[in-house]
């Protein structure tokens, strides 16, 4: 199962920019983080799942296109969105 609407709706309060964002940078790549974390788990007992690894190889790139416009667009939000999620060095 992907991601529960609870454990959505605490990932938006955790990352958004201010009382109704539901849909900035930092809250989709929170919520692509999450369900990145959640199929690498099942990739350790489901090794030959390769339908769902060509989804998850989607999200990835999804996420990358999304980091690499914040970090043209604001690299301060850039750097704390990375520091929050310790998604880079």
Known sequence: MALSKTGK???IGNYRTHDTD???PEVQIAILS?????L????KG????HHSRRGL?????KRRRL???LRRSDVKRYQSLIGKLGIRK
Do not use: C, P, W
């Open 34 to 38: 999450e369900r990145i974390g959640y």
């Open 67 to 69: 980091l690499d416009y």
């Open 9 to 11: 709706t605490a990932v």
């Open 22 to 24: 539901t849909g900035s």
């Open 40 to 43: 690498t788990e099942h990739f």
């Open 57 to 61: 190889m989607k999200m990835v790139g």
């Open 46 to 49: 489901n090794q030959q799942d």
